[in-house]
């Protein structure tokens, strides 16, 4: 079982900036991919960016040269670092990460979400 919490959500203008933060615990071998979605009021839920343990990032083309993924494996720690964020940002974020068990066996987890507002 892991618990996912999250962290950083917020009210901010356009052009400011976030951090978000989602800690992974309880009992695992090891964290595998982590990632961010969002969900926007009315619409699906939708990758954002996501780290692998060895560090490959993808991201979301609406969000290239804005948003940064990075993580901890140390801490089994991910962050998205969001600036310049518009309106359309505003969602309630997610974190989602895959948990490493013995004989291969994965199992993905969902952070309780954290809602970003962009709004002036």
């Known amino acids: 079982q892991v618990q996912l919490v999250e962290s950083g959500g917020g009210l901010v203008q356009p052009g400011g900036s976030l951090r978000l933060s989602c800690a992974a615990s309880?009992?695992?071998?090891?964290?595998?991919?982590m990632g961010w979605y969002r969900q926007a009021a009315g619409k699906q839920r939708e990758l954002v960016a996501a780290?692998?343990?060895?560090?490959?990032?993808n991201y979301a083309d609406s969000v290239k040269g804005r948003f940064t993924i990075s993580r901890d494996n140390a801490k089994n720690t991910v962050y998205l670092q969001m600036n310049s964020l518009k309106p359309e940002d505003t969602a309630v974020y997610y974190c989602?990460?895959?948990?490493?068990?013995?004989?291969?066996?994965?199992?993905?987890?969902w952070g309780q979400g954290t809602q970003v507002t962009v709004s002036s």
């Open positions: 309880g009992s695992f071998f090891s964290i595998g991919t």
């Open positions: 989602n990460t895959y948990a490493e068990y013995a004989l291969g066996y994965r199992r993905a987890y």
């Open positions: 780290a692998t343990s060895g560090g490959t990032t």
